[in-house]
C-alpha cells in the first residue's frame, strides 16, 4: 500500500517572525543571530542570500558581504513560541505527525484519500497555518518522507509541490545530489570524485561502487536518490524526555554541595542533548525530602542545549522548591519537549569562541568519556547518579536505595 507523507517547513523562520513583528523588513535583506563582530548568523533572508550569505557564517562576513543588510538580534523566546502555535494547528488537524525541529514537520496521511484528497487537505492545512500565524510556509506530499522534504525544498518560497506515486526518480532525477538529505559536504565531495553530479547518476551507479566507497550509507544514498524511502513517520510526544537523578547515601541538607550536583547533572544532560542532537523546551527539578514527600517544578524554555543556559533554570528552579529546610534524600533533574535541532538556536548571545568551546569540550567527552572535562561549577563532583536512557521516551526508574 502507498504511504502519503506530508513534509511541512516554516520558510527562513526567524526572519519571518521578525517581519510579522516589524513589517518594514519585509523585502529587506536580514541577517538573524549575534550583533557583535564575533557572532554568527543563525538565519537569513532570501534577499541577504544572494549576496552569498548563509547560515553558520560569521557575522563579520556577512555584513562584508552584505552591507546593506538589517541585523537583527534573535529572540528564541518569541520563535519558540510561534513554533508552538504551529504544532497546535498540526496536532489539531492531523492524527499522527513528527516535529522534526522548531519549524519542520512531517505528517502521515496515508488512508485518508479515502475521505478527502490528501493533497487538498494539506493545502487547507497550509492555508489555515498561514492565515492563523501570518507565517510563509511550503509543503511538499508524496509517498515518503526524503522525497516530500526534496519537494518541500524545491517549492520554497512559500508554495507547495505535490509528487504523484510513480512519479519520484522522474521528479529527482535531474536535481543536485546536494538536495537530498543527509548529503553533507564530504559526501559531496566523494560523489563529486566519482563523476556524479545529478541524481541520476547516482540512481544509475552501480551499487557495488557506492558500496566500494561509502560502505552501506551509500547503498542508503542510492536507494533515496531513486526515490526510495521507508523511514517512518515518528509521532510527536510531548513525554520524551531524558533524565537523572540521585539518591544520597546520607540524607544531606549542604545547599552548595547540592547546587554543585546539579550543575554537574545539567551540564551531562546538556551534553547528552547535543551528542543527540537535540533540543529541549522544558527543564523539571525533583527533589525528595528524608520523609519521602517529592516535589517536582518545571519550567517552559525557549529551545536550547547549552548548560550555561540550562545551569541557571536548574539553580533557580531548584531554590524555589526547595522551601523545607529539611533534609534532602534525592534529587534529579528532567529535560522534556525533545526536538531536533542543534546550538543555532542559542547563537544569538554566543560568540563564536563560546560554540567553538562546546565542540571542543564535546569531543574531548566523546574520546575519553563524559566525565572528562566539565565546567568549573561542576568540579568536585565524583559521580551525578544514573542516567536514564535517552530519547526513548521511557519515564526514568527510581531507583531509590542506590549508593552514590
Ligand atoms: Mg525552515
Same mark, same amino acid.
Not at 538589517?70 to 519558540?80: C, E, L, M, P, Q
Not at 525541529?101 to 492545512?125: N, P, V
Not at 537523578?245 to 541538607?253: G, K, L, N, Q
Not at 528552579?317 to 543555532?344: A, C, E, P, T, W
Given at each position: +500500500?502507498?504511504?502519503?507523507?506530508?513534509?511541512?517547513?516554516?520558510?527562513?523562520?526567524?526572519?519571518?517572525?521578525?517581519?510579522?513583528?516589524?513589517?518594514?523588513?519585509?523585502?529587506?535583506?536580514?541577517?538573524?543571530?549575534?550583533?557583535?563582530?564575533?557572532?554568527?548568523?543563525?538565519?537569513?533572508?532570501?534577499?541577504?542570500?544572494?549576496?552569498?550569505?548563509?547560515?553558520? +557564517?560569521?557575522?563579520?562576513?556577512?555584513? !562584508?558581504?552584505?552591507?546593506?543588510?538589517?541585523?537583527?538580534?534573535?529572540?528564541?523566546?518569541?520563535?519558540?513560541?510561534?513554533?508552538?502555535?504551529?504544532?497546535?494547528?498540526?496536532?489539531?488537524?492531523?492524527?499522527?505527525?513528527?516535529?522534526?525541529?522548531?519549524?519542520?514537520?512531517?505528517?502521515?496521511?496515508?488512508?485518508?484519500?479515502?475521505?478527502?484528497?490528501?493533497?487538498?487537505?494539506?493545502?487547507?492545512?497550509?492555508?489555515?497555518?498561514?492565515?492563523?500565524?501570518?507565517?510563509?510556509?511550503?509543503?511538499?506530499?508524496?509517498?515518503?518522507?526524503?522525497?516530500?522534504?526534496?519537494?518541500?525544498?524545491?517549492?520554497?518560497?512559500?508554495?507547495?509541490?505535490?509528487?504523484?506515486?510513480?512519479?519520484?526518480?522522474?521528479?529527482?532525477?535531474?536535481?543536485?545530489?546536494?538536495?537530498?538529505? +543527509?548529503?553533507?559536504?564530504?559526501?559531496?565531495?566523494?560523489?563529486?570524485?566519482?563523476?556524479?553530479?545529478?541524481?541520476?547518476?547516482?540512481?544509475? +551507479?552501480?551499487?557495488?561502487?557506492?558500496?566500494?566507497?561509502?560502505? =552501506?550509507?551509500?547503498?542508503?544514498?542510492?536507494?533515496?536518490?531513486?526515490?526510495?524511502?521507508?523511514?517512518?513517520?515518528?509521532?510527536?510526544?510531548?513525554?520524551?524526555?531524558?533524565?537523572?537523578?540521585?539518591?544520597?547515601?546520607?540524607?544531606?541538607?549542604?545547599?552548595?554541595?547540592?547546587?554543585?550536583?546539579?550543575?554537574?547533572?545539567?551540564?551531562?544532560?546538556?551534553?547528552?542533548?547535543?551528542?543527540?542532537?537535540?533540543?529541549?523546551?522544558?527543564?523539571?527539578?525533583?527533589?525528595?525530602?528524608?520523609?519521602?514527600?517529592?516535589?517536582?517544578?518545571?519550567?517552559?524554555?525557549?529551545?536550547?542545549?547549552?548548560?550555561?543556559?540550562?545551569?541557571?533554570?536548574?539553580?533557580?528552579?531548584?531554590? =524555589?522548591?526547595?522551601?523545607?529546610?529539611?533534609?534532602?534524600?534525592?534529587?534529579?533533574?528532567?529535560?522534556?519537549?525533545?526536538?531536533?535541532?542543534?546550538?543555532?538556536?542559542?547563537?544569538? !548571545?554566543?560568540?563564536?569562541?563560546?560554540?567553538?568551546?562546546? !565542540?571542543?569540550?564535546?569531543?574531548?567527552?566523546?574520546?575519553?568519556?563524559?566525565?572528562?572535562?566539565?565546567?568549573?561549577?561542576?568540579?568536585?563532583?565524583?559521580?551525578?547518579?544514573?542516567?536514564?536512557?535517552?530519547?526513548?521516551?521511557?519515564?526514568?526508574?527510581?531507583?531509590?536505595? =542506590?549508593?552514590?
Amino acid at each position: +500500500m502507498n504511504r502519503t507523507i506530508l513534509h511541512l517547513d516554516l520558510d527562513t523562520f526567524f526572519v519571518s517572525v521578525e517581519r510579522l513583528l516589524d513589517s518594514r523588513l519585509q523585502g529587506r535583506p536580514i541577517l538573524v543571530g549575534g550583533l557583535s563582530d564575533r557572532g554568527v548568523v543563525a538565519a537569513c533572508s532570501y534577499e541577504a542570500r544572494t549576496c552569498g550569505v548563509h547560515s553558520g +557564517m560569521p557575522m563579520k562576513m556577512a555584513r !562584508e558581504l552584505c552591507k546593506e543588510a538589517i541585523v537583527i538580534k534573535g529572540d528564541a523566546s518569541v520563535y519558540t513560541r510561534y513554533s508552538e502555535t504551529v504544532t497546535r494547528i498540526i496536532r489539531e488537524n492531523v492524527p499522527l505527525f513528527e516535529k522534526a525541529s522548531i519549524d519542520e514537520f512531517y505528517a502521515d496521511l496515508s488512508g485518508m484519500d479515502r475521505f478527502f484528497g490528501t493533497y487538498r487537505y494539506a493545502s487547507e492545512l497550509r492555508r489555515r497555518i498561514i492565515r492563523e500565524t501570518g507565517l510563509p510556509i511550503s509543503f511538499g506530499l508524496s509517498v515518503n518522507k526524503v522525497v516530500s522534504k526534496v519537494a518541500t525544498n524545491e517549492a520554497k518560497p512559500n508554495n507547495q509541490r505535490l509528487i504523484d506515486p510513480g512519479r519520484e526518480k522522474t521528479f529527482l532525477a535531474p536535481l543536485s545530489v546536494r538536495k537530498l538529505p +543527509m548529503i553533507g559536504d564530504s559526501t559531496y565531495l566523494t560523489l563529486r570524485n566519482l563523476g556524479i553530479r545529478r541524481m541520476s547518476n547516482l540512481q544509475e +551507479m552501480p551499487g557495488e561502487v557506492l558500496y566500494r566507497v561509502l560502505g =552501506r550509507n551509500g547503498l542508503t544514498i542510492r536507494d533515496r536518490a531513486n526515490g526510495i524511502d521507508m523511514t517512518p513517520v515518528i509521532p510527536f510526544s510531548e513525554r520524551k524526555s531524558i533524565s537523572t537523578e540521585r539518591t544520597f547515601d546520607r540524607d544531606t541538607i549542604d545547599v552548595q554541595r547540592l547546587r554543585t550536583i546539579l550543575a554537574a547533572m545539567t551540564e551531562n544532560l546538556a551534553f547528552q542533548l547535543r551528542r543527540g542532537g537535540k533540543l529541549t523546551a522544558c527543564v523539571s527539578v525533583t527533589i525528595r525530602y528524608s520523609d519521602f514527600q517529592t516535589y517536582s517544578k518545571q519550567l517552559k524554555i525557549p529551545y536550547t542545549s547549552a548548560d550555561h543556559v540550562l545551569i541557571p533554570r536548574v539553580t533557580d528552579l531548584f531554590y =524555589r522548591l526547595y522551601d523545607r529546610r529539611m533534609l534532602i534524600r534525592l534529587i534529579g533533574v528532567k529535560f522534556s519537549h525533545l526536538v531536533h535541532g542543534n546550538y543555532q538556536i542559542d547563537l544569538f !548571545e554566543d560568540t563564536e569562541e563560546t560554540i567553538r568551546l562546546y !565542540e571542543a569540550m564535546d569531543k574531548i567527552r566523546l574520546r575519553y568519556g563524559d566525565r572528562s572535562v566539565t565546567r568549573a561549577s561542576a568540579l568536585g563532583v565524583k559521580t551525578i547518579g544514573r542516567m536514564t536512557n535517552p530519547f526513548n521516551g521511557q519515564p526514568p526508574i527510581i531507583l531509590a536505595h =542506590r549508593k552514590q
